[in-house]
């Protein structure tokens, strides 16, 4: 059975309206089973830091809409340290033409990402229950993506080894500065805001270029 997921819903419809999606039914469900679950599971194992429902629903869906038309079709995407699935499993529900590798090393996490994926019913999405480091050299992704696991030089050190050349590695911050390496060539640098907490965040995407 779908988790009831309360006030979620108009939150879920003020974020997306706030960058200018417009999600379908069958989207706006499985964003709505997703998150209502993981309110649920919260209630009993600590998955995400939000403490209220304005967070729940920024922390967990505001990157992944400010990010998935920025994502070419068609890609292959990794999201290292996803947590209850923010962004890797929210850009999958936002755009099934993408085939999205999620990638969470604890038991409990990697638990509830199964019981999503099972509930929505959703292909293309696969869960590696390891740590990003043990994924390193593979090169197996058109874009690499990660947002609290690692520090931003040393989660960029780990996307270009992820990201085929001329791929994308996409780099989330709130205040710090956008890291430099010599493998990769900054493209985009954006700002964005949360809609319901007004966390101010930046994307900054850069091209593997070796």
Not at 34 to 54: C, E, H, K, S, V
Not at 95 to 104: A, G, I, K, S, Y
């Amino acid at each position: 059975m779908p988790a009831k997921t309360g006030t979620l819903g108009p939150r879920i419809e003020r974020v997306a309206t706030a960058f200018g999606a417009t999600l379908d039914e069958r989207t706006r469900e499985d964003i709505a089973v997703w998150l209502g679950l993981l309110q649920q599971w919260n209630a009993r194992i600590d998955l995400t830091a939000a403490r209220t429902d304005d967070e729940l629903v920024d922390l967990m869906l505001a990157d992944a809409l400010f990010l998935a038309p920025r994502l070419p079709p068609d890609a292959r995407v990794v999201d290292v340290g996803t947590g209850a699935g923010a962004p890797g499993l929210a850009l999958a529900l936002l755009r099934p033409d993408l085939r999205v590798t999620l990638v969470e090393p604890l038991g409990k996490r990697a638990a509830f990402l199964r019981t999503v994926v099972g509930e929505v019913q959703r292909a293309g999405v696969a869960i590696e229950r390891v740590r990003g480091e043990a994924l390193e050299g593979r090169r197996a992704w058109d874009v690499a993506v990660s947002r609290a696991t690692l520090g931003p030089t040393a989660w960029l050190d780990l996307a270009v080894t992820l990201a085929g050349p001329g791929g994308s590695a996409w780099v989330l911050l709130a205040k710090d500065e956008a890291p430099a390496h010599p493998r990769a060539a900054i493209e985009e640098d954006l700002a964005y805001t949360w809609p319901l907490t007004a966390a101010s965040r930046r994307a900054v995407r850069y091209v593997v270029v070796s």
